[in-house]
C-alpha cells in the first residue's frame, strides 16, 4: 500500500523566507511526527500529533517553527524567517497509535 | 538527559562477514527499542524491542535488548553489499507519547 509521502523532495531557499513543508500520512494512521536530521546525526524530535492536536511540540527549537494537521490527515511543516542552521532533512512519520512508526522519504531543505 | 548511544560509528567489513551493532541507553520511563535501517532516504523498520532476553530476528539480521544493561545489539550474518547503510537505534519512552530518541547511527559498508 502507499507509505508516507513528503512534498516536496526538495527545497532551496533563501534566508529569512518563509517555508512549508507537507506530509502525507498512511491512510488510518493517527498518530504523525516531525523529525529533523542533520548530516551525520540521527533524527531529532521537532513535534507529535495525535489526531488534529499536537500532543507533544517539545522538539520544535524555537518559535519560527510551527506545524498543522487541521483534519487529522495531511500535516504541514511551517518554517518562518528561515536560517542556514535549518538546513537539513525534514522527516515525517506516521503510525496506528502505539505501533509501529514508518517514516516517508523525507524533504531537503537547504537555506542559502 | 535522555539518550542513544551508538557504537561503533561507522564499520566497514567483507561480504560474508558477521557484524555486531551496539545501541546503548538511557531513557525515562523506557518502553520500546527501535531498529531502523537508512539508506538513501527514509528510515525503514526492521525490528522492534520491549522485552529482555526476547531475541527477534528476520532472516540473516536478529536483534535482543538488556533492560537491565540498557542496551541492544543488531546481529547481521554473511552479510551482503545490500547491507550497506546506516542502522539507527532509538528509544521510547512511555511518558510522551510516541517521541523517539534517535542515536546517531553506525554507518556499514559491506566491500565484495
Known amino acids: 500500500g502507499a507509505g508516507v509521502s513528503q512534498t516536496p523532495s526538495n527545497k532551496v531557499t533563501e534566508k529569512g523566507k518563509y517555508v512549508e513543508l507537507r506530509c502525507d500520512p498512511i491512510?488510518?494512521?493517527?498518530?504523525l511526527y516531525w523529525y529533523r536530521q542533520s548530516l551525520g546525526q540521527g533524527p531529532e524530535f521537532l513535534i507529535y500529533f495525535q489526531g488534529t492536536g499536537a500532543a507533544d511540540d517539545s522538539g520544535l527549537p524555537n518559535d519560527r517553527f510551527f506545524a498543522v494537521r487541521p483534519e487529522g490527515s495531511v500535516s504541514t511543516l511551517k518554517i518562518q524567517r528561515t536560517e542556514r542552521g535549518d538546513s537539513a532533512v525534514y522527516l515525517c512519520?506516521?503510525?496506528?497509535?502505539?505501533?509501529?512508526?514508518?517514516f516517508g522519504p523525507g524533504t531537503r531543505l537547504t537555506v542559502l | 538527559e535522555d539518550k542513544v548511544v551508538q557504537s561503533p560509528l561507522s564499520l566497514v567489513v567483507h561480504e560474508g562477514d558477521t557484524v555486531t551493532l551496539n545501541c546503548s541507553y538511557e531513557v525515562t520511563n523506557f518502553r520500546s527499542l527501535l531498529w531502523y535501517k537508512q539508506e538513501k532516504k527514509a528510515p525503514t523498520f526492521l525490528f522492534m524491542l520491549?522485552?529482555?532476553?526476547i531475541e527477534k530476528k528476520s532472516g540473516r539480521l536478529s536483534s535482543i535488548l538488556d533492560k537491565k544493561e540498557l542496551f541492544s545489539i543488531l546481529n547481521i550474518t554473511a552479510t551482503q553489499t545490500g547491507d550497506s547503510a546506516v542502522y539507527l537505534c532509538?528509544?521510547?519512552?512511555?511518558?510522551?507519547?510516541?517521541?523517539?530518541?534517535f542515536g546517531t547511527g553506525t554507518s556499514l559498508t559491506v566491500i565484495p
Open positions: 512519520a506516521s503510525s496506528r497509535d502505539r505501533g509501529r512508526v514508518h
Open positions: 520491549t522485552s529482555s532476553g
Open positions: 532509538a528509544a521510547n519512552p512511555s511518558n510522551t507519547g510516541n517521541q523517539f530518541y
Open positions: 491512510s488510518g494512521h493517527t498518530a
